[in-house]
């Protein structure tokens, strides 16, 4: 019974290169929302996804940022260019697909532009 | 959109003691209510969570209290035990609006005194 699964865990880049994050689902959920924490913050909402549609992605940056959850397969955050202060946790939750609010996390991807 | 205020920042309280955390929410639209407790690196978990047709709700010895009235909401631990040393986040979600994510606060670092 395996929980929400992330990856990379940790993940380090340069200045204007590519960073994908991907993130697996609890088993028989079908809602994945992604958050940014910040050293010492609480977590933001970036984007809300269900399998082949974004909901909601009223918390990402309109550039350099997006998100997809294929039909097959993880959801996967991408971010382009990155810069430092893309430096930051990055976690995943998932829900099911009905009946509950309740949001399971991940354990998270730290990402570190150096 | 939403906003959740959480204090204290940092509560240092005695092993065998009680701990009080608040928050308040500002739009009365949301109606759950859930707390997170997040360990150094780790994942945040899900420890208690509360609806908005609900005044109280106890797990062992957690316990949250919700106010809808005056948008607020607290949680109660009992007889803390060094393990309960956390970031504990409160967040609030308007389930059924169909867009967004948690909106958390910004934590509060509880710490047990030995």
């Known amino acids: 019974n395996a929980g929400v699964m992330q990856n990379p865990r940790h993940l380090v880049r340069r200045r204007g290169q590519e960073a994908r994050l991907r993130c697996s689902p609890m088993k028989g959920h079908s809602h994945v929302y992604w958050y940014r924490q910040l050293p010492e913050e609480g977590l933001k909402f970036m984007v809300y996804?269900?399998?082949?549609?974004?909901?909601?992605e009223s918390g990402m940056p309109k550039e350099r940022f997006s998100a997809e959850f294929p039909k097959e397969g993880p959801s996967i955050l991408r971010i382009q260019q990155v810069v430092r202060g893309d430096s930051a946790a990055y976690f995943c939750a998932s829900s099911p697909e009905t009946g509950t609010d309740t949001q399971y996390f991940g354990p998270g991807t730290r990402l570190t532009v150096l | 959109g939403e906003n959740v205020e959480q204090h204290p920042s940092t509560l240092s309280v005695q092993e065998g003691d009680s701990a009080v955390i608040k928050c308040t929410y500002s739009d009365s639209a949301s109606n759950y209510f859930p707390w997170y407790k997040q360990e150094l690196g780790k994942r945040p978990q899900l420890i208690i969570d509360?609806?908005?047709?609900?005044g109280e709700k106890k797990d062992q010895r957690i316990a949250v209290t919700l106010n809808k009235t005056a948008k607020h909401f607290s949680l109660h631990i009992t007889e803390t035990q060094p393990e309960d040393s956390a970031v504990y986040f409160c967040a609030a979600y308007r389930s059924g609006g169909g867009a967004d994510g948690l909106t958390f606060g910004k934590g509060t670092h509880l710490i047990i005194q030995p």
């Open positions: 996804l269900q399998k082949e549609n974004i909901i909601d």
């Open positions: 509360i609806r908005s047709n609900v």
